[in-house]
């Protein structure tokens, strides 16, 4: 079982950056895939990036890409989410999932984080 904590959310100007950070308990952190999501009201939860068990490899939504960087630390059992040129539309709660394949849609995490919202004013 793994239980994950989000932190680094707050308010931001458009243009801005903000690092968000996942902390993993478990010492079977390494074993799962690791993904950021993110919601707004009203809205089903969407995808932003996930990253391989040893981070090798990374995979970005488009509207994201080469905006966001997606990393991890298995022997600190953490995970970030690097969010550069930061846009109003970015506003949302973003969440760390876990999950055992390599996966894109909700359904296939099995565990998630509380989510820290980040908000990007104009």
């Known amino acids: 079982q793994v239980q994950l904590v989000e932190s680094g959310g707050g308010l931001v100007q458009a243009g801005g950056s903000v690092r968000l950070s996942c902390a993993a308990s478990g010492r079977t952190f390494s074993s799962y895939v690791m993904g950021w999501f993110r919601q707004t009201p009203g809205k089903e939860r969407e995808f932003v990036a996930r990253?391989?068990?040893?981070?090798?490899?990374?995979y970005y939504a488009d509207y994201v890409k080469g905006r966001f960087t997606i990393s991890r630390d298995n022997p600190k059992n953490m995970v970030y989410l690097q969010m550069n040129s930061l846009k109003p539309e970015d506003t949302a709660v973003y969440y760390c999932?876990?999950?055992?394949?390599?996966?894109?849609?909700?359904?296939?995490?099995?565990?998630w984080g509380q989510g820290t919202q980040v908000t990007v004013s104009s």
């Open positions: 990253i391989s068990w040893n981070g090798g490899t990374t």
């Open positions: 999932a876990a999950s055992s394949s390599i996966a894109t849609r909700t359904m296939e995490y099995r565990y």
